[in-house]
């Protein structure tokens, strides 16, 4: 499989203007809400129609608007799954399927027989959409776009409407479809931890602009600028300056610190909350904090800390039997220089 897509389009509060390419694999857009996502998938789907563009699927013209194609959804062989699944609510869970299978009438049969087993439907052929509940009615959706024999698969917000527990259970199922039967898939999501587990490459979106594009770690493991840093977890980000090659100053937490490959365009720092350690040790990028707030989560401590006179504060999360054994007014927490993130924009 083979997506191209360059497309630009005027929206309210800006301009969407998009292009990459996507290949076997589980392509993600993350992104905050309002970004552009939702959009870009709609365009691909030919639910909506770009300004101006190119839209190319292993070799076919979806869309270019110089040629003045514009291929109707019903014709570009890609299966879009909305996030409120779009089942047509006369029609039984086995009608839902065969509306969209292809082929003969024994090949139908065999898509309905398949994806019913594949997704645990088996004794719901014969009820509606409202006998359902919402996660029946999102495996009667994915049952339905695998039996049209979509070229690409388009994921919108897939789990968005479900709860944790029932969100684990598809995305684990959703995971060995793609491993199973090499479905290829563009999937949108603002969860970031959604998109390390599924995609294979990710794209990062920023008020209508690509903001990063790459492999999953290399995106999270090495993010460039402050929206991707945010996008991709990262709870602790400054205003930095170089001041040697070796040196960084970080303006809202009143620290210098020891970095590594410092670019000479550097204009923020970030650090994960994670990747603090405590220590009794004086040495490289080890500085006295006061805890200026402790916040107890689900299966740790938020720690908030700062040094004296800093504007911001930093946020360390901690086990919480860890947290107990050294819990204080003041600690001394190293800032490893391989884990300090470098951000140009």
Not at 275 to 292: D, Y
């Amino acid at each position: 499989m083979e997506l191209y897509v360059r497309i630009r389009k005027k929206l309210r509060d800006f301009e969407l203007d998009v292009e990459f390419t996507a290949h076997d694999e589980v392509f993600a857009l993350l992104g905050a809400s309002g970004c552009g996502k939702s959009m870009t998938l709609k365009m691909i789907a030919g639910i909506e129609t770009p300004d101006e563009g190119k839209i190319l699927l292993n070799g076919r013209t979806l869309f270019d608007s110089d040629a003045k194609i514009n291929l109707p959804p019903q014709a570009r062989r890609v299966g879009y799954l909305f996030q409120n699944y779009a089942l047509f609510p006369n029609m039984t869970v086995a009608e839902n399927i065969l509306f969209a299978a292809v082929g003969t009438r024994d090949e139908k049969n065999f898509k309905l027989k398949e994806n019913l087993s594949r997704f645990k439907l088996g004794g719901l052929e014969n009820s509606y959409p409202r006998e359902l509940s919402g996660g029946q009615q999102q495996r009667v959706a994915f049952a339905r776009i695998l039996a049209s024999h979509a070229e690409i698969l388009l994921l919108d917000e897939p789990f968005s409407a479900l709860d944790s527990y029932l969100k684990w259970q598809l995305e684990l199922e959703l995971a060995e479809v793609f491993k199973a039967y090499g479905e290829s898939a563009i999937l949108v999501s603002h969860d970031r931890n959604e998109v390390f587990r599924l995609a294979d490459k990710v794209a990062v979106l920023n008020a209508g602009k690509l903001d990063a594009l790459g492999s999953v770690h290399d995106i999270f493991n090495r993010p460039q600028t402050v929206a991707t840093a945010l996008l991709t977890g990262c709870k602790n980000i400054s205003v930095a300056r170089k001041i040697a090659d070796d040196k960084i100053f970080a303006d809202d937490w009143q620290l210098t610190l020891t970095a590594k490959k410092i670019p000479d365009d550097l204009k923020f720092i970030g650090i994960r909350a994670h990747h603090l350690e405590q220590t009794s040790t004086a040495g490289e990028n080890i500085f006295r904090f006061e805890v200026a707030q402790v916040v107890e989560d689900t299966f740790s401590y938020i720690v908030m800390i700062r040094v004296t006179n800093s504007a911001q504060m930093i946020r360390w999360e901690v086990d919480k039997n860890f947290w107990r054994e050294i819990a204080g007014d003041e600690l001394f927490l190293h800032i490893p220089a391989d884990k300090i993130i470098l951000l140009n924009r």
